[in-house]
């Protein structure tokens, strides 16, 4: 009997021993678990929140332009004090336009010292393709193909903006257009949605890297959401109405990848769609955008778009503008006053419920968290890494490669480029030539006028031959207003003279001529698209005294030249390139680099073809009929087909495409492969273009779709045999209904150099 009562009392003491051991592991567990709760992002928001105003949680969704010089005294009236007095309330979220460590550093102590919850500032910039030391625009850098350099572009961008204290840039800008009058072409992809995705993606990742918090890192915002870029006549800010095909297919896939890459914010736009402004539809922020793609970070409207809801005539008043707007999805005003004036009687008078306010300064709040700006709130106020990173040699130099890079070949006869190194007379003519800002392009605010190195300086650094140079004659047009420098006369053919008598002595003339850089972008649509001012008329004096000419193109948007595709020999599209743009454009004349470009957007014959893209439809009476026959979609003055295709772009040496062969994988995986040659006699770099035709569909699809892409470089003569695989991602579509679908049926894909490859073959799916 002791013996059993030993063992049961031996029995009780080790169950009690083993529930000890359970309940302190456990214990160890939940506080582990706490001690995860509490450092994570949501829990700290959840905090800050409990302790906030309904006044400073709409101050988060208020953001504002920089309104007096931070290193002065502070405002004493008018609006700017108004603004101030909000700042140290802690009624603002955001500031725009405050730039440069000292100037960011006064801004952000008055919200963190000053106000009772110390909540940071985001700084937002339009840092669109570079800060100070400026990349090609992005057009330009879309025609490099080259996803890497794009990426890195953004990142040295990122460095040197948050060096001067940035830490949001309002970019990339993936709008899809079509129309080379819109003006801000320049500031996107160009025309094609599956280009413009990998790009998207590229970007994002190369402005917000793979941390946040670390302090070269920005974060990015895609915009504007959505359907801007298809403004009806390519007037900005004009109407947009397009079918759900078009939205889906078309606009939107860009947006998405901006999503799949991690892109914190969005911003909505200044145009309608399909009847309603975009910064108060819900159908795109909430359903599409938070909803279906699950997007947690934030949406910023683009400056005063809320306003602007009363001028479409879509609001009654501020007030109610204000309602729309947050029900729509937008959780952050630019300069609109709308929100920090309007929402706290619009949750007071129960017309806009509390939980989306919250909603939205929740997003506000997790992107500042990311940040790591309430760890260290003034992370980017280095003063020695400000000095050291803006204008780094190592900036300049990634910035010259992906300038070579963006450079397009559309025409090179007689092998007239590259120039020769020693020897030669050459002519250099052209106002652009000469000029050290236009280079920069639009949408380049952080930058200095006049640190570009122009066409000259370029081409000076080659010291073999004779350099003269003629300006000729202005490039500017008295549309442009602003800036004021800009309005002259531009009818002045005084200049020809020594321009023609400079040619003549000529062995080659090399002929800059375009846009200014401040004549694309924002709010500056053209209704033309040739050569601006007297400059085809310069062109074609020239021509008459030496028809030996480079011409070398400085645009932000696609050109007619039509004239000019006619009768000289070597054309060069340059874009406007950035800060190295004189280097780069003298490194391609002279064959020190082998261009490499494509065209990210079609070139029209006239303006009347306009819109222009090689996705199109067939319609019904797609093909040329029997002669004399006038009833099938066509122009009767000009054809169809582009001046310069997508996709095309020419090289120092030629390539050649063969043996195309496509094998199905699996029901749904198609593997292609193809023989890429380099026929010529120097090295140089392709990018090999897969296109896709779905044969028959539910809904019409476009003649061919781009697929796939791959950048090559191959030695003279050397071959390699490229594998493209195309997986449901590639071979659906979405239906009228925003659903993704991958029919069975008959696929032709055609791989080649341009959108206008020849090289096919068929599989059934």
Request: glycine share 8%.
């Amino acid at each position: 009997m002791k013996k059993i009562l030993y063992y049961l009392s031996f029995c009780h003491l080790l169950t009690l021993v083993m529930s000890c051991n359970v309940s302190n592991a456990t214990s160890g567990t939940n506080e582990q678990s706490n001690a995860v709760v509490k450092d994570s992002i949501d829990f700290k928001v959840d905090q800050l929140m409990a302790k906030m105003t309904l006044e400073e949680k709409i101050g988060q969704m208020n953001q504002y332009n920089g309104f007096w010089d931070v290193t002065g005294p502070a405002p004493a009236n008018g609006a700017a004090a108004n603004k101030y007095e909000h700042l140290k309330k802690g009624w603002v979220g955001s500031m725009l336009n405050v730039s440069g460590v000292k100037n960011v550093r006064e801004v952000q102590k008055i919200a963190v010292e000053e106000t009772r919850l110390g909540i940071p500032l985001i700084i937002g910039f339009d840092v669109i393709h570079g800060y100070k030391t400026v990349s090609p625009i992005p057009l330009a850098e879309a025609a490099s193909w080259d996803l890497e350099a794009i990426k890195l572009s953004a990142q040295v961008a990122a460095e040197e903006a948050a060096a001067s204290g940035i830490n949001w840039t309002f970019a990339p800008m993936v709008d899809i257009s079509r129309d080379a009058r819109w003006g801000r072409v320049m500031e996107g992809a160009g025309e094609d949605p599956y280009l413009g995705s990998m790009i998207a993606k590229a970007r994002v990742e190369g402005f917000q890297g793979d941390d946040l918090s670390l302090a070269h890192t920005i974060v990015a915002c895609a915009k504007h959401f959505a359907g801007y870029g298809f403004a009806e006549a390519g007037r900005d800010y004009n109407t947009v109405d397009v079918g759900t095909s078009t939205l889906y297919n078309i606009i939107l896939p860009p947006f998405k990848a901006a999503v799949d890459a991690g892109v914190r914010t969005f911003m909505n736009g200044f145009n309608e769609l399909n009847g309603v402004p975009v910064t108060g539809s819900a159908f795109l922020q909430r359903d599409i955008l938070k909803n279906e793609w699950n997007f947690d970070g934030f949406v910023v409207t683009d400056w005063g778009s809320i306003n602007e809801m009363i001028a479409h005539r879509r609001a009654k008043n501020r007030l109610h503008a204000a309602e729309i707007a947050i029900k729509a999805g937008a959780d952050m005003d630019m300069e609109s006053y709308a929100y920090v004036n309007e929402l706290a009687q619009l949750v007071n008078e129960g017309k806009v419920d509390i939980g989306l306010i919250d909603d939205a300064v929740k997003r506000i709040l997790r992107v500042k968290y990311e940040l790591g700006l309430f760890e260290d709130p003034y992370k980017y106020c280095n003063e020695t890494t400000e000095t050291e990173v803006i204008g780094s040699k190592r900036i300049n130099d990634i910035v010259l490669d992906v300038a070579k890079k963006s450079i397009v070949l559309l025409k090179n006869e007689n092998q007239i480029l590259p120039l020769k190194k020693q020897g030669q007379k050459i002519a250099l003519i052209g106002a652009l030539a000469n000029d050290k800002t236009s280079p920069l392009g639009s949408w380049r605010i952080g930058a200095d006028d006049g640190t570009a190195v122009s066409v000259l300086e370029g081409m000076k650094a080659y010291k073999g031959n004779t350099l003269k140079y003629e300006k000729g004659a202005d490039v500017a047009t008295g549309e442009i207003a602003f800036p004021k420098e800009l309005t002259i006369n531009v009818t002045d053919k005084s200049g020809f003279a020594s321009a023609i008598a400079a040619a003549k002595n000529a062995d080659v003339v090399v002929m800059v001529l375009g846009e200014h850089g401040l004549q694309s972008g924002e709010g500056r649509s053209r209704s033309e698209l040739g050569l601006p001012g007297v400059q085809q008329e310069l062109l074609e004096a020239i021509y008459k005294a030496n028809k030996n000419i480079v011409l070398v193109l400085n645009n932000g948007r696609p050109l007619t030249i039509n004239w000019a595709d006619a009768n000289i020999p070597a054309i060069v599209e340059a874009w406007h390139l950035g800060t190295q743009s004189g280097h780069a454009i003298a490194q391609v004349l002279y064959g020190d680099y082998n261009p490499s470009g494509k065209l990210p957007m079609s070139f029209p014959k006239n303006v009347g073809q306009v819109p222009m893209y090689y996705n199109y439809k067939s319609t019904g009476r797609p093909t040329i009929p029997a002669p004399g026959e006038v009833f099938w979609s066509h122009y009767s003055d000009v054809s169809n087909a582009p001046l310069y295709p997508f996709g095309f772009g020419l090289s120092y040496t030629t390539f050649a495409y063969s043996n195309l062969k496509v094998e199905r994988v699996s029901d749904d995986v198609v593997e292609v492969s193809v023989n890429l040659t380099n026929t010529g006699n120097v090295k140089g770099k392709e990018v090999a273009q897969l296109y896709l035709r779905d044969e028959f569909a539910s809904v019409t699809r476009p003649v061919r779709e781009l697929k796939g892409f791959e950048l090559v470089s191959l030695n003279p003569k050397e071959s390699k045999t490229l594998k493209f695989v195309l997986t449901k991602s590639e071979l659906g579509f979405y239906d009228n209904d925003g659903k993704y679908i991958v029919e069975p049926g008959t696929f032709s894909v055609f791989v080649g150099g341009s959108s206008e490859a020849t090289l096919s073959a068929q599989f059934e799916l």
